[in-house]
């Protein structure tokens, strides 16, 4: 069975092909960093409009990349939230009519379920059940997955997901934007001594998380403490301390708390160099293993929904519904009705 995936959540445009037999067999992106970097953040509406732009022609050098047609093609993948509205309806509307034209179904993917099963695409993948740390900019939440579609939530952020605050953080130290590298890259430099801030939530129970007082005590800390490179840097290294061991602890408790020896990272923040060492060293004194999808798939790409596509095939014939849904929640998704062939 192949699979084209579509990925326009936000503001990446993701296309890739898989094959259920020779695995991924190619996958094109396109970021809008450089479009929305002059406004410190994304703009849903500039967003949409270069999916527009991109998303054909992507799709072109996806199948020629593969080296297959569109009437090879078994399967139309597409994000069907979470996300921008605007950018999710472009990726619904192109996948629906490309499907209506092959004559082919297609099927709408929960773009954290994707997430969260993007290093099942690895040569090694983690076997069920796992406990997943799903870590972005939208969202940032522990789940136990005991298999495609059977997942229970242990907790999740009650404000800022963390990468939100990585974004905010690298603002308003001017840092620029996307949020998260350029906090690491102003971290690398900075002194672990100088500042101590607090890992919020970790002094009680519990898997929840929260990241809007953090950001506020960056904010006051920045304020008292000048503008000179050192101090932004000094700033950014304690708030991405905070962070990491935040999530860190919170791990740890998940792990404890399931009895689960396997752990997997995804999101966009799971491309952070410090929390992937804090992890490693996490799951070492517990004798447990951490995975993670290659760095290219840790932020939003098409290989993802392509996969989660073919996990969820079964599904296609009787999805017919063309909607989006911006804030669709992972407690209401069901195991497929088999795995695809």
């Not at 953080?169 to 607090?198: I, M, N, Q, S």
């Not at 996990?311 to 088999?338: I, K, N, S």
């Amino acid at each position: 069975m192949r699979v084209l995936g579509i990925e326009t959540s936000c503001d990446e445009t993701g296309v890739a092909v898989y094959d259920g037999s020779r695995g991924l067999l190619a996958h094109r992106l396109h970021s809008q960093v450089d479009t929305h970097a002059r406004y410190g953040g994304v703009v849903p509406e500039l967003a949409s409009r270069d999916h527009v732009r991109k998303l054909t022609p992507l799709i072109r050098e996806a199948l020629t990349d593969a080296e297959t047609t569109g009437a090879e093609l078994d399967v139309i993948a597409y994000t069907r939230g979470p996300g921008l509205a605007g950018a999710l309806l472009v990726g619904a509307a192109t996948a629906r009519s490309l499907a209506f034209a092959l004559e082919r179904p297609a099927i709408g993917i929960h773009h954290m379920e994707a997430h969260l099963l993007a290093p099942l695409l690895e040569a090694e993948p983690p076997a069920f059940p796992f406990v997943a740390l799903l870590v972005s900019g939208g969202h940032t939440m522990l789940v136990q997955v005991a298999g495609v579609g059977r997942y229970r939530l242990l907790g999740e952020s009650v404000d800022d997901a963390a990468g939100e605050a990585f974004d905010k953080t690298a603002k308003l130290l001017g840092l620029g934007f996307p949020g998260g590298p350029a906090v690491e890259r102003a971290a690398a430099g900075g002194d672990p001594g100088r500042f101590r801030f607090p890992r919020p939530m970790t002094d009680r129970p519990g898997l929840d998380f929260s990241f809007s007082g953090l950001k506020t005590h960056t904010l006051h800390t920045a304020e008292a403490s000048g503008d000179a490179p050192q101090t932004r840097a000094d700033i950014a290294r304690a708030f991405q301390d905070a962070v990491v061991d935040t999530l860190a602890i919170k791990c740890r408790r998940a792990l404890e708390q399931t009895g689960v020896q396997r752990l997997v990272i995804a999101g966009g923040v799971g491309a952070n160099t410090a929390l992937r060492e804090r992890l490693r060293e996490v799951a070492e004194r517990r004798g447990a293993r951490v995975f993670y999808p290659r760095i290219e798939f840790c932020t939003d790409n098409g290989a993802m929904i392509a996969h989660a596509g073919w996990l969820r095939a079964a599904e296609a014939e009787h999805d017919r519904a063309f909607d989006v849904a911006p804030r669709w929640a992972m407690e209401g998704l069901q195991p497929p009705a088999r795995r695809a062939a």
